[in-house]
Every structure is written in structure tokens, then in C-alpha cells.
């Protein structure tokens, strides 16, 4: 889920600019067009700093409290890793819902594009920590499933998001 | 709370207290002022703010300002990021609300409630079948019929429909099926449109019970080839639609079947090649009195831009469909609406919860209602 999001980063963003609100625009716009060109690819690379933060795995590199994290390439929303949970399961209390959208993310370690689903965490409020926006093809919203500005705790027993987590699937296949 | 006297006998200041008191009349006593109002009817521009309060998503608002005077009205406490729409007698807000018997927990109700737009009070609601979509609100999720007898309530389970509720009787008469379309675009007493994901607009005709008589399906956008924003926004039984690369597509609903109307681009070849393009999130809106289109622009166009805010507002004239203006403001403004008057305002959400108001009879920017709420995704006016 997107949602608001991307108002929260991009409002700290502009907060934390020491330039114009212009140029702000102008970087953020640059950010979105190596986003939009190569959707699989980190913005950073962050292999050299792998085993970090919670479970760390050789062979998943990154910090999976950080919005740079290779699996979030196409998450919306608060990282479930900052509210209780880890990237791959729901904080206590919280119910995942199976129904979601998914994103294909490229592991910076093995160079494979994994099928990343991800799923709302829901039955508690907003946890408003770690808003994080790395958007990838989304569409209106007469395309629903590739649309993130729907609350996707619809498979849950109440439709209240708490937060994203970013789950692997398989890897996608190529062609 | 009262404590003068006493006081002035506890500080040194009691001289001057007692002097006081002789020379200056004493301040009446005052009551609690209860069941305030705001007159009607409304001030044309008095708006309605929705905000979705992103960090909490369950207990939510509407604010209701003044923008002449950048004064708070006062509020609606809605439930579960509900979506709104003004009543066109201007008598009603009404909110499509979510609650849970424990918060965030139990029985979920979902209430279409109508506030009544004077005493910011419930008058009366409905409940409603448990299926109202769960989005970023937007203009086209909740809508009235022009005669107000019909509210339009869009679900989403991820199955689609409309639910319709009859305001005479206050009851739900009504819940038809849209497989492959969202939203309604009310036109005319009986009648709705949907967008298609198959590029057709769809459209329901309804009787005076709320019953449908009448569904066709025309042609519209090829969704294969360009991303056709839903948030459109309405000129009467007119909608404009807008493409993220700035093709413009608008529809007249006034008749038995949608007259596609002669498509357009907001931009030069040039313009484009620059990179300009629309972004926002209801990126448009129309002044009906002087007949002008707003749209927030964004010159570095990427694709994936078009939800993004702007500080840049173009404007159309829309029988020239020609642009005739700019304005500009210092705030990233996400959310746009005209006010329908003769001496129109336009007034902008931006992503800092403020308030951006431009005078359109000046075509400028004004000011700005800092914080007036957390996170506004839409402005409605009446």
C-alpha cells in the first residue's frame, strides 16, 4: 500500500534540503527517472555492507530497516521492519494479509530477480515509522492490482494497515 | 475558572486591583455558548477539507475553513479514511465512514452519515453493505445525483460496485455490480459513469427507486496504449479526463449515451519535448465561471512523476483549450478545487497539511493556511 507515503518522505526530503524547493524537485525528479529506467536496479549499491541489521544472511545484503533495503525496490508504506516485525513477518499483535501485489527485485549479491509479495500488515493503526516509497510501474486504478494507492489489508479480518512487509516468492523467470 | 478577587488580596498587586475595580466596570459574567452554527447559507468559498491522516488512518477529519478570513470553521471526526461529498443544495456533507466495534478490531460498520453543513452534527445515517472501498480518497469514490435523492458509494472487495442510497428514505435501495470499472461519475438526477479497464466508459441509468434501467459501454481511451488518470474532474454533466503524458479526453454525460468530446493535449510538441507533464493527486480543477481548467505541471516529466506534487499550476481557457496563464506557488501543492462562484478562488492541499488559496479573478497565488490539517488529499467546496 502507498497511500501517503510518499508525502512523508518527500516532505522530510524537503525539510532536511538546505536548497530550494525547485532544485528539490529537480533531484527528486532525477531520482525517479533512474527508478523508472532501470526498475530492478538499487539506486546504491550496498552489497559491501551486507549482514547487516536484523537476520542477517550472507546472500541478503542491506539493512532491511532502511528504505535502500534491494527488496523494497517496490514497496509502499511503512517498513514492517521499523514497527515490531521483519521483513518478512508481521509485528505482534498484526495479521498479514495474503491479499497483495507484487514487485521483481534484483538481489544485488547473486545479480537474480526475486518475485517480492508485499503483504499489509494489518489490525493496528498506522505504525507510522520508516515511510518508504521506491515506486515501480504503477497504474490507475482501473488496473487495481498494480495500483498502491488501495489499502490491501483487504484479505485481513479488519481492513487496518499497520505496515509492509517484503516476502520472497520465487525467483521470476526470465521471458 | 475564577479567582480575581482572592488573587488580589494575595498579591502585593491588591491596590491596584481595588483601584481597578473602582474605576473600571467589572466584566459580566458570561455563559457557555453551546450548539453553535455556521450560517447558511454558506459562504461560496467556505471549504472542506478531507484529511486521510496518514499516521493514524482510523479516526480521521474533515476541516471546514474560511479562506478569505484563513479561519477554522470547525470539523467532522470521520472513521476509517472516509471519503466526502457536498450535498448540492448545500444543506448536507456526507461522509462514508468505517467503523470498528473496538477501534481497529470487531464488528466492522460501514455508516453513510449526513452532516448537516450548519451544525457540523450527524442528521441522520444509513448503514451501509460493509464493502466501501479503502483508498486515498478521491473526488469520484462518494457523489450525489444532481436532485441529491441518490448518494453514489464506490466498493471495492476487490470486487467492484456501487452501492446507492435513496436520502428520502434513508435507506440503501440499490447495490449494483461494475465488474471491470470504478468509481462514479454522477450526471444529470439518474445516471452514472464508470471508468473500464478495458477503455470503456461505462454508464447506469437509474429509475426513481433506484433501480437500473438503462447500462451501455462506449468506447473511451485504449488503456494498452496510455494511463488515463481517474481523477477527473466535472464541469456539470462535462468531464475531463487527463493521460499522465497531458492528452486530455473529456466526456459530455448529458445525454442517453456519453458524447466523447474532441480530445487535446495540455502541452506544445515543444512543451513536451521539454519535458512537461501533468502530476498530482486530483491534479485538476475547473471554475466553472469562468469557464477555466486548472492543472498542477511538472517540468521534468518522468512516468513515474504522476502522482508527485508541484508548485506550478497551468491554466486553460476550455473553449479555446488553449493555455492562458501560470501560477506559482512556494508550497508542493497535491490537491486542487475552484470554488463555483463569480469571483472564484482555487484552493490547493499541500504536502505540509496547509492550505494554498490563489485568486483567480487575479490569477495569483494569496497566502497560505499553514497546518490547518495532516494529510489533505482532497479540497471540496460547495
Not at chain 1, 491479499?99 to 503483504?119: E, K, M, Q
Not at chain 1, 510501474?137 to 487495481?144: L, Q
Request: proline share 6%; glycine share 8%.
Amino acid at each position: 500500500m502507498k497511500f501517503l507515503d510518499r508525502f512523508f518522505e518527500r516532505s522530510t526530503r524537503h525539510v532536511a534540503s538546505t536548497t530550494s524547493r525547485r532544485r528539490f524537485l529537480g533531484r527528486l525528479g532525477s531520482f525517479l527517472v533512474a527508478g523508472a529506467a532501470m526498475p530492478v536496479l538499487l539506486p546504491v549499491d550496498r552489497t559491501a555492507k551486507a549482514l547487516a541489521a536484523e537476520s542477517p544472511q550472507a546472500g541478503d545484503p542491506g539493512d532491511p530497516t532502511s528504505c535502500d533495503y534491494w527488496r523494497y525496490c517496490s514497496v509502499d508504506g511503512f517498513l514492517c521492519s521499523c514497527c515490531g516485525g521483519t521483513v518478512n513477518s508481521c509485528p505482534p499483535g498484526t495479521q498479514g494479509s495474503e491479499v497483495t501485489w507484487v514487485g521483481t527485485c534484483r538481489n544485488p549479491a547473486d545479480g537474480i530477480d526475486y518475485i517480492i509479495s508485499y503483504n499489509d500488515c494489518c489490525g493496528k493503526h498506522s505504525c507510522a515509522q520508516c515511510a518508504c516509497t521506491r515506486n515501480d510501474s504503477e497504474e490507475p486504478m482501473y488496473r487495481p492490482f498494480n495500483n498502491n494507492d488501495i489499502n490491501w489489508c483487504l484479505g485481513a479480518d479488519a481492513n487496518v494497515y499497520n505496515c509492509t512487509v517484503a516476502v520472497i516468492r520465487g525467483v521470476a523467470k526470465a521471458g | 475558572m475564577r479567582l480575581p478577587r482572592p488573587l488580589c488580596k494575595g498579591l502585593l498587586l491588591a491596590a491596584a486591583c481595588v483601584a481597578a475595580a473602582g474605576t473600571q466596570a467589572q466584566l459580566p459574567v458570561e455563559k457557555l455558548g453551546q450548539n453553535t452554527t455556521l450560517p447558511f447559507p454558506p459562504d461560496p468559498h467556505r471549504s472542506y477539507i478531507v484529511d486521510f491522516e496518514f499516521n493514524n488512518m482510523v479516526a480521521t477529519r474533515v476541516v471546514v475553513v474560511d479562506p478569505d478570513q484563513r479561519k477554522v470553521l470547525g470539523m467532522l471526526s470521520t472513521g476509517g479514511a472516509a471519503p466526502a461529498v457536498l450535498s448540492h443544495d448545500q444543506k448536507t456533507v456526507y461522509t462514508a465512514d468505517i467503523f470498528f466495534e473496538r477501534y481497529v478490531r470487531g464488528k466492522r460498520t460501514d455508516v453513510i452519515t449526513a452532516w448537516d453543513t450548519s451544525s457540523l452534527s450527524p442528521r441522520w445515517e444509513v448503514e451501509i453493505p460493509s464493502k466501501r472501498a479503502s483508498t486515498l480518497t478521491e473526488r469520484y469514490g462518494l457523489s450525489t445525483s444532481a436532485d441529491d435523492r441518490f448518494v453514489y458509494i464506490y466498493n471495492f472487495t476487490p470486487s467492484t460496485s456501487i452501492t446507492v442510497v435513496d436520502s428520502k428514505k434513508q435507506e440503501v435501495v440499490n447495490e449494483l455490480a461494475i465488474p471491470g470499472c470504478i468509481l462514479n461519475y454522477p450526471a444529470g438526477e439518474r445516471r452514472f459513469a464508470s471508468l473500464c479497464g478495458d477503455g470503456k466508459l461505462q454508464v447506469i441509468t437509474l429509475d426513481d427507486n433506484g433501480q437500473e434501467v438503462n447500462r451501455t459501454a462506449t468506447r473511451f481511451f485504449d488503456p494498452d496504449e496510455e494511463k488515463l488518470i481517474e481523477r477527473a474532474v466535472g464541469n456539470g454533466d462535462t468531464y475531463y479526463f487527463v493521460t499522465t503524458e497531458g492528452h486530455v479526453r473529456g466526456v459530455d454525460l448529458s445525454g442517453k449515451k456519453p458524447k466523447v468530446l474532441p480530445d487535446w493535449w495540455l502541452t506544445t510538441k515543444q512543451e513536451r519535448q521539454e519535458g512537461w507533464a501533468p502530476g498530482g493527486w486530483q491534479l485538476m480543477a475547473v471554475a466553472p465561471e469562468l469557464n477555466r481548467l486548472y492543472v498542477l505541471m511538472h517540468p521534468d516529466h518522468a512516468p513515474h512523476k504522476w502522482e508527485d506534487p508541484s508548485q506550478t499550476i497551468w491554466v486553460y481557457d476550455l473553449k479555446t483549450r488553449k493555455k492562458v496563464d501560470t501560477m506559482e506557488t512556494p508550497s508542493l501543492v497535491w490537491s486542487l478545487n475552484a470554488t463555483s462562484d463569480d469571483k472564484p478562488l482555487l484552493l490547493g492541499t499541500n504536502i505540509e497539511g496547509g492550505l494554498d488559496i490563489f485568486d483567480l479573478t487575479k490569477g495569483e497565488y494569496v497566502d497560505t493556511m499553514d497546518g490547518v490539517s495532516k494529510t489533505p488529499t482532497l479540497v471540496i467546496n460547495h
